[in-house]
């Protein structure tokens, strides 16, 4: 993997060595957990791949990308939740090793991609499959009970969790299942970092405030609280890259379509859907890459970063911007960081909204 980092501003060249390392350590440890898990040499398909708006999903995507072939892995076939019926799915991966797409759909809050997985176990009994790092989290105990079967009975399904919390509740939830931890995937991106932009004389340091769209009112942090320490701004994923536009294909996404395809032995069945697919997800992974360089891009346009979103964390650490996490969701960003981040030198983690302007002014005071 390559990445061109940029040391903090008033950092010394011992402290911007640090950082490197800590990236080169959390890379270390997703080798580590996965490449026992997976072939030395061949295919693979990557299933459940994030064909829809979410950055961070798509980070995660690139970085598994980006890992598999650092292995000399050649990426068979990639296949996104509800794009085909369970012959073509079949006929798409073959008897290669599926890689499960990690981040932190696995629970009951987003059934699309559980009943996804659901299908993937059940279509290949008797194959190697291997999810990368996931939350895990459920809101109904009664869901928990009914995907017990599911994944203690595939005798070679191997689960990978990207925090501490989440590997101890999928343990007690189901203990006959084959248990890992590793970092999310997104460490493995190969970033093209954009120099960042260099403040003028007397110029006031610039802070972006990158706050989840889903995050409720009352738990928005009030920046005028900090406004006294530079220029704010606030704003999300789709304010960065330019909004999230995805290209749809009637053919893929009607689910009629996708019944009626199902058991078809035709030239639609085995030839046309499986060239759409691949189209499909060619023109996604380019938008995706697109929505990374902006990313980049937009970051270095600001001296500190605040947020309460798990992969801005991620995108700041690999990028060595000095930021500020607060979780105001259901955990994942602070288990997260207590498993992984904690130690690192370009982060802080307030739990408390009023604790924000006192680390967000210690961070300056550093740069400056």
């Given at each position: 993997?390559?990445?061109?980092?940029?040391?903090?501003?008033?950092?010394?060249?011992?402290?911007?060595?640090?950082?490197?390392?800590?990236i080169?350590d959390?890379?270390?440890?997703?080798?580590?957990?996965?490449?026992?898990l997976?072939?030395?040499?061949?295919?693979?398909?990557?299933?459940?791949?994030?064909?829809?708006?979410?950055v961070?999903?798509?980070?995660?995507?690139?970085?598994?990308?980006?890992?598999?072939?650092?292995?000399?892995?050649?990426?068979?076939?990639?296949?996104?939740a509800?794009?085909c019926d369970?012959k073509?799915?079949?006929?798409?991966?073959?008897?290669?090793?599926?890689?499960?797409?990690?981040?932190?759909?696995?629970?009951?809050?987003?059934?699309?991609?559980?009943?996804?997985?659901?299908?993937?176990?059940?279509?290949?009994?008797r194959?190697?499959?291997?999810?990368?790092?996931?939350?895990?989290?459920?809101?109904?105990?009664?869901?928990?009970?009914?995907?017990?079967?599911?994944?203690?009975?595939?005798?070679?399904?191997?689960?990978?969790?990207?925090?501490?919390?989440?590997l101890?509740?999928?343990?007690?939830?189901?203990?006959g299942?084959?248990?890992?931890?590793?970092?999310?995937?997104a460490?493995?991106?190969?970033?093209?970092?954009?120099?960042a932009?260099?403040r003028?004389?007397?110029?006031?340091?610039?802070?972006?405030?990158?706050?989840?769209?889903?995050?409720?009112?009352n738990?928005?942090y009030?920046?005028?609280?900090?406004?006294?320490?530079g220029?704010?701004?606030?704003?999300?994923?789709?304010?960065?890259?330019?909004?999230?536009?995805?290209?749809?294909?009637?053919?893929?996404?009607?689910?009629?379509?996708?019944?009626?395809?199902?058991?078809v032995?035709?030239c639609?069945?085995?030839?046309?859907?499986?060239?759409?697919?691949?189209?499909?997800?060619?023109i996604?992974l380019?938008?995706?890459?697109?929505?990374?360089?902006?990313?980049?891009?937009?970051?270095?346009?600001?001296?500190?970063?605040?947020?309460?979103?798990?992969?801005?964390?991620?995108?700041?650490?690999l990028?060595r911007?000095p930021?500020?996490?607060?979780?105001?969701?259901?955990?994942?960003?602070?288990?997260?960081?207590?498993?992984?981040?904690?130690?690192?030198p370009?982060?802080?983690?307030?739990?408390?909204?009023?604790?924000?302007?006192?680390?967000?002014?210690?961070?300056?005071?550093?740069?400056?």
């Open positions: 993997m390559r990445i061109h980092s940029v040391a903090m501003p008033g950092n010394s060249a011992h402290e911007f060595d640090s950082s490197s390392a800590f080169r959390m890379q270390g440890r997703i080798e580590a957990t996965l490449a026992p997976l072939p030395a040499s061949g295919e693979v398909a990557i299933l459940d791949y994030p064909r829809y708006s979410n961070g999903d798509s980070f995660i995507w690139l970085g598994t990308q980006a890992y598999l072939r650092s292995r000399g892995l050649k990426i068979r076939s990639e296949i996104h509800l794009s369970k073509t799915l079949q006929r798409m991966v073959g008897d290669c090793p599926i890689v499960l797409q990690g981040g932190g759909n696995f629970g009951d809050i987003h059934p699309v991609h559980q009943a996804f997985r659901a299908e993937i176990l059940t279509s290949f009994p194959q190697r499959i291997v999810m990368c790092p996931q939350t895990f989290h459920y809101q109904d105990p009664n869901h928990i009970e009914r995907d017990r079967p599911l994944y203690e009975g595939h005798p070679d399904l191997h689960l990978i969790w990207r925090d501490q919390t989440s101890e509740r999928a343990r007690k939830a189901f203990p299942a084959r248990h890992f931890i590793a970092p999310d995937m460490f493995w991106m190969d970033l093209q970092v954009t120099p932009v260099v003028g004389p007397g110029a006031r340091p610039r802070i972006l405030y990158h706050a989840h769209r889903d995050t409720k009112p738990h928005l009030d920046i005028s609280h900090i406004a006294t320490l220029t704010v701004v606030q704003g999300d994923w789709r304010d960065m890259v330019g909004g999230l536009d995805i290209h749809k294909s009637f053919f893929l996404r009607a689910t009629s379509m996708r019944k009626l395809l199902a058991g032995d035709s639609i069945g085995t030839t046309f859907l499986p060239s759409t697919i691949r189209r499909d997800t060619a996604h380019a938008r995706s890459c697109n929505w990374l360089n902006k990313a980049i891009s937009f970051y270095a346009r600001h001296d500190v970063i605040l947020t309460n979103r798990l992969h801005s964390h991620m995108l700041a650490t990028l911007k930021h500020v996490i607060v979780d105001t969701f259901y955990g994942k960003l602070d288990w997260y960081y207590e498993s992984w981040t904690f130690s690192d370009a982060v802080r983690r307030v739990r408390h909204y009023e604790d924000v302007p006192t680390a967000l002014g210690e961070i300056l005071s550093q740069i400056q």
